[in-house]
């Protein structure tokens, strides 16, 4: 058995992106493969009747280990009229602080919330609270069409003083409160570069915290600005723990595809406590992996215990994820044979496995399940397929993957490049840009 909670936070892709646009190779704990992989759009088939998903799954042969085979999982969530989203109450909770005034942070910072505000709708309300040294509200909940109200308030921030961080979010989640009525959606988005060196610094204990807020109802999203303080990990966890994504932006095209084109997918949940359970069948599959996803992995009891929090998605979504298996028999089987596997616990199917996916409506308590089995040559290697496995491959690459044998960036870029489709806005471009320079800087 695999279990795991899907999310779609994207911080690892941009910052594997600003490392290499610098000019060096990104930390290896910084790379986060699936958020590489779900950084990008796909165009799996959407859902039929009232379902909120349909996984789409493919078997494809492996492109870096002959004798395995890929199991490509894609998700692709509904996406709701905009006329029939929910109305909006959104708490900018801004860092102040005195590493937040270069330009790259409070001033991006300001650049992008202004796009977003076009994007919402008059009665949406928004509320802006700050923390540098002390927390306080700059902006008392006002509606999005006091547009002028809002931008005055946002130009009046300057950077300056050190990080309260607790303070800053015990106020914002106090105002998200106020806002919150039913039928609505609230969510409170922490921007910052990561530095709380003022109050609850301790990482677990602001976990702890997000984590009981999140019962509340409200989400937590946070964008992070700037290389200097940016805690990458903590920013991750927080947004893990308070139901929310985490994106990182490093430039205001960035910012135009976290906060516009991508906005009803970041603000407006489908589903809540998502989880995935693959069931691989011993009498086909000799051994699996799950390509990224360490940090969201499930004991296998917590599937089917709707208390375990897990991630949540988005109107529009779509989630990837890929495992590597060896088919029973093939001459690329890595572990020995086990001395205590019996007969009886090999299935006579001719399944590889069985794909379970859990998901909780909005504001309901109890899950609801989506299954299939899993065939042999089920599917097929789709340019979205091939795409996502070759940013699959360039992540592992920068991880210093031990899997991949002699397959390298060469091999990566051109997957990549004959996979590119319709790039109606250059992310892929873009990407097979990032490996030829990954490549360079290897060497």
């Known amino acids: 058995l695999s279990t795991f909670s899907i999310d779609v936070d994207t911080a690892s892709y941009a910052v ?18 699936e958020e590489m992989l779900n950084y990008f759009p796909y165009s799996y088939p959407v859902p039929e009747g009232d379902a909120p998903f349909r996984p789409t799954i493919s078997v494809v042969p492996s492109p870096w280990n002959e004798g395995t085979e890929l199991v490509h999982i894609g998700i692709q969530g509904t996406l709701p009229a905009v006329e029939d989203r929910p109305p909006l109450n959104l708490v900018f909770l801004i860092d102040t602080s005195g590493s937040m005034q270069d330009a790259n942070k409070l001033p991006l910072l300001k650049q992008s ?8 709708r008059p009665e949406d309300e928004v509320s802006i609270v700050t923390y540098a040294g002390s927390a306080g509200q700059v902006l008392e909940p006002t509606k999005a069409a006091e547009r002028s109200t809002i931008l ?5 921030l300057e950077a300056g003083g050190s990080t309260a961080g607790q303070a800053g979010l015990q106020q914002a989640y106090a105002v998200a409160d106020g806002m919150a009525s039913d039928g609505e959606v609230t969510r409170v988005i922490l921007a910052t ?3 709380f060196n003022v109050g609850l610094s301790n990482p677990d204990a602001l976990k702890d915290f997000i984590a009981k ?4 109802g409200a989400y937590l999203s946070v964008l992070g600005f700037g290389r200097g303080n940016l805690d990458d990990a903590t920013m991750q966890a927080l947004a893990q723990n308070g139901n929310g994504t985490a994106a990182y932006i490093d430039t205001l095209n960035e910012a135009r595809k976290v906060l516009v084109d991508n906005l009803t997918g970041a603000l407006f949940p489908i589903a809540n406590d998502v989880k995935i359970q693959v069931e691989f069948n011993p009498g086909q599959v000799a051994e699996y992996r799950l390509i990224g996803y360490e940090t969201r992995a499930l004991r296998r009891q917590d599937f089917n215990n709707d208390k375990v929090d897990a991630g949540d ?3 529009g979504h779509t989630v990837t994820a890929i495992y590597e298996i060896t088919p029973v028999g093939s001459d690329a089987v890595q572990t020995g044979s086990l001395r205590y596997a019996g007969d009886e616990a090999v299935s006579v199917s001719d399944e590889l496995g069985f794909f379970k996916l859990r998901y909780k409506k909005p504001g309901e308590d109890d899950s609801l399940l989506i299954e299939q089995p899993i065939l042999p040559g089920m599917g097929q290697a789709s340019e979205d397929v091939r795409f996502s496995t070759a940013i699959a491959g360039f992540g592992q690459l920068l991880a210093g993957s031990e899997h991949l044998g002699g397959w390298g960036y060469p091999e990566a870029i051109d997957l990549a490049n004959t996979a590119k489709g319709d790039d109606a806005y250059g992310y892929r471009a873009e990407a097979v840009n990032l490996m030829r320079l990954a490549s360079s800087l290897s060497r």
């Not at 594997?16 to 493969?33: E, I, K, N, T, Y």
């Not at 005055?152 to 009046?156: E, I």
């Not at 807020?213 to 509340?216: L, M, T």
Request: net charge positive; proline share 5%; glycine share 10%.
């Open 16 to 33: 594997v992106r600003s490392s290499l646009m610098a000019g060096q190779l990104p930390h290896p704990g910084a790379v986060r493969v």
């Open 113 to 120: 919330f202004r796009l977003m505000l076009s994007e919402l």
């Open 152 to 156: 005055a308030a946002l130009d009046r």
């Open 193 to 195: 570069d990561g530095d």
């Open 213 to 216: 807020k999140r019962d509340s």
């Open 313 to 315: 998605i988005g109107a």
